[in-house]
């Protein structure tokens, strides 16, 4: 049975702060929703980050063609939403994320299969890729949805996860036992990475002319054309005077440092990571120059051996391009353990990067997803 829609609109507001709770959603990525009547359904409007969300921004979308009125714009994915409420009327609750397990698993475009688990069933069916926002995308999430009736979760191929309920809490234990299970099923092919001890380069923030560079537990202010700097104080300034940046971390985490020590360019296998930070990721060595150099309007860029350097505008911005390349690296060892598991083609990548940055070039707020 549907919902009221102020009963809806506060299970969304709340859904999707329980999502950040439990690490399952970030910023404005992905979208929730709930069924009002056998016609309609409101919805996360577009760009605007959940722990800010209020009850009356959302947008009330019509099942049958996913119009609306008012000024607030819904989200570009609420077609696969009307998709979910038209074809199993046994949903009252949609939530779309791109959680990190889920989007892991989901860039082999497999149905995770023989299972037995009783929220998920025997099986996760896996939507084919099509870019976020777009009719293509929509029609391989319908067609999922129709060829499995009875699920009530889906992965969405290098995009992330689709999860049903009749109800707001059974929407969000499917979310997170969907995210259980694909946390095994990667484990199970790639082990878990190895930590791996590399120099510490700190963390930093743009002042004017000038940086404040922490690294372990001292912290230093150097000028950005400053001479005979200290290794790591040398990359930051050479990034600083090459960029628009105003914060730069070192990224550690064990999958960066594994995708960095290949030496090679990382060709982003999830759209978020192209969008965000780049259609690829460049590997250099560690010095300031060529690192400065492979940066180019990239926000990430591979230190061979030594994990990364991330860019923001904002800490927050950072932390985004941070998340991102560690689900990015982790994507990148679960398909080099599945045989034919290719990287989003070099067109579709620099596409969604070009349409990222005109949307949402010159903007200082937080980062946004496409398909928010």
């Known amino acids: 049975m549907a ?7 506060l299970l969304v507001v709340r859904a999707g702060r329980r999502l950040l709770e439990a ?9 929730v929703s709930a069924r009002v009547s056998d016609t309609h359904f409101v919805i996360t409007p577009s760009g605007e980050a959940y722990e800010d969300l209020r009850p009356e921004r959302l947008v009330r979308v019509r099942i049958a063609d996913g119009s609306y009125t008012g000024k607030v714009r819904p989200s570009s994915e609420r077609g696969i939403h009307a998709d979910a409420y038209r074809l199993r009327p046994d949903v009252n609750f949609v939530i779309h994320t791109h959680q990190y397990e889920a989007s892991v698993a989901g860039v082999a475009g497999r149905d995770l299969s023989g299972l037995s688990h009783p929220l998920l069933g025997e099986r996760v069916p896996c939507a084919a890729y099509g870019l976020p926002g777009t009719a293509r995308l929509r029609r391989a999430v319908a067609a999922q949805l129709a060829d499995w009736p009875s699920s009530p979760a889906l992965l969405m191929r290098r995009h992330g996860a689709l999860c049903l309920g ?3 809490e059974d929407a ?10 694909c946390a095994a099923h990667v484990r199970s092919l790639t082990g878990r990475a190895a930590e791996c001890a590399v120099p510490d380069c ?9 940086f404040l560079l922490t690294v372990g537990c001292r912290q230093q202010a150097f000028w950005l054309g400053g001479r005979n700097l200290p290794p ?7 990034v600083y005077r090459s960029t628009d940046a105003q914060y730069i971390a ?5 999958s960066v440092v594994a995708a960095s020590a290949k030496g090679r360019t990382l060709r982003p296998l999830l759209d978020d990571l192209a969008q965000i930070a780049g259609p690829d990721i460049r590997c250099a060595v560690p010095e300031p120059e060529p690192a400065a150099r492979a940066l180019g309007d990239r926000r990430a860029v591979l230190l061979r051996g030594m994990g990364a350097l991330c860019l923001g505008m904002s800490e927050d911005d950072l932390e985004a391009v941070r998340l991102l390349l560690r689900k990015g690296c982790a994507a990148r060892r679960f ?6 598991c290719r990287p989003l083609g070099r067109l579709d990548a620099l596409v969604q990067r070009m349409v990222y940055v005109g949307q949402y070039a010159g903007r200082r707020e937080t980062f946004r997803y496409i398909d928010s």
């Open 3 to 9: 919902y009221t829609e102020d009963e809806a609109r």
């Open 250 to 254: 070192h990224e550690t985490d064990p």
């Open 232 to 238: 790591a104080a040398a990359l930051h300034a050479a």
């Open 23 to 31: 690490g399952l959603a970030a910023r404005t990525w992905g979208n």
């Open 172 to 181: 969000f234990s499917t979310a997170q036992a969907l995210e259980e299970v």
């Open 166 to 168: 009749g109800t707001m």
């Open 202 to 210: 700190g963390r930093s923030q743009r002042r004017g002319d000038a």
């Open 335 to 340: 398909a080099d353990a599945v045989p034919g």
